[in-house]
């Protein structure tokens, strides 16, 4: 069975700074992986997925994943983050079903 | 496209009352969910469905019963509510499995006292 799992619940970076969400996979086969965005009193938005095309994967917002067999890792960063960036961060992984992590809440002070 | 809707957005019961959430999808989607979200705990998948007539139990399916009779709605029907049902909840739908990702909707929030 597949699984995720978001190291971090908060993470707090100035606006500007470089944003790095971290996530690790265990799946016993190729997976696909997913980042999603949630704002505050709204559903699940798709950031970037990964389904073996390339290991860099680039999505919204300026936000981009690299996929990393050897350590198992999807981890989210962003150059400069925007106070718009604030919201919380999911990572999933599907074989088949998809399984999500437990969220990372991402502030973004001025 | 609408992609998916959630009914009603916010709804407030009395413990032991019974409510009926909507949720309808325009993609012509194969498979729908609802799952339930609570702070600290992520998203926990309550029932899924992979076809229209088909549902199935998810990771916290207890207190909770869903249909699919038609294929673009995915009912979720809490019978007898109880206040550890206060939760939002959100539907999503896809339209397979793998690579596809998954549709959510704005979320229902719902309080039981």
């Known amino acids: 069975a597949q699984s995720v799992t978001q190291l971090g619940s908060h993470v707090s970076v100035s606006e500007g700074a470089l944003v790095l969400l971290r996530c690790n996979y265990s799946s016993s086969v190729p997976p696909y992986l997913f980042w999603y965005v949630q704002y505050p009193n709204q559903g699940l938005q798709l950031l970037l997925k990964?389904?073996?095309?390339?290991?860099l994967v680039k999505g919204i917002n300026g936000f981009e994943a690299e996929f990393k067999k050897s350590e198992t890792s999807f981890h989210l960063t962003k150059p400069s983050a925007h106070m718009s960036d604030a919201a919380e961060y999911f990572c999933a992984v599907s074989v088949n079903d998809m399984r999500f992590g437990a969220g990372t809440r991402l502030t973004v002070k001025p | 496209n609408a992609g998916v809707t959630q009914t009603p957005k916010f709804r407030v019961l009395k413990t032991g009352q019974s409510m009926t959430l909507l949720c309808a999808q325009d993609m012509n989607h194969e498979y729908m969910y609802w799952y339930r979200q609570d702070p600290g705990m992520g998203l926990r998948l309550i029932h899924y469905s992979v076809g229209e007539g088909t549902t199935a139990k998810g990771e916290v399916p207890d207190g909770y019963n869903v249909s699919r009779l038609k294929k673009q709605n995915f009912l979720l029907g809490l019978e007898s509510a109880a206040p550890s049902q206060t939760s939002v909840y959100f539907c999503?739908?896809?339209?397979?499995?793998?690579?596809?990702?998954?549709?959510f909707g704005p979320g229902t929030r719902l309080t039981v006292t």
């Open positions: 999503a739908s896809r339209r397979g499995q793998g690579a596809y990702e998954q549709y």
């Open positions: 990964y389904t073996s095309a390339a290991t």
